[in-house]
């Protein structure tokens, strides 16, 4: 999707709006909630990212992107 294309460029602020939309309209996606999770943290937005991270976990316990971009960013956030 688009949205992950630009993230992946580092045009993350273009990417999240397309982000957030994606993951509003496939609620039960854990790619779609760890993409936007990973963009927010990319921003500094870290409580939304996390949140967003660890909702993809639940979906998908064995996210593997997921679990490492949770663990980088409570690192980043100061948190465990």
């Known amino acids: 999707n688009l949205g992950a294309l630009l993230l992946e460029l580092g045009r993350?602020?273009?990417a999240?709006?397309?982000?957030?939309r994606a993951a509003a309209r496939h609620a039960g996606d854990a790619r779609a909630?760890?993409?936007l999770g990973i963009a927010l943290?990319?921003?500094e937005r870290f409580e939304e990212g996390i949140?967003?991270?660890?909702?993809?976990?639940?979906?998908?316990?064995?996210?593997a992107l997921a679990r490492r971009a949770l663990d980088?960013?409570?690192?980043?956030?100061?948190?465990d």
């Open 33 to 35: 909630h760890a993409t």
């Open 72 to 79: 980088e960013a409570r690192r980043a956030s100061g948190g």
């Open 51 to 63: 949140e967003h991270l660890e909702t993809a976990l639940r979906l998908d316990p064995d996210h």
């Open 41 to 43: 943290c990319d921003l």
């Open 16 to 20: 999240l709006p397309l982000l957030t």
């Open 12 to 14: 993350t602020r273009e």
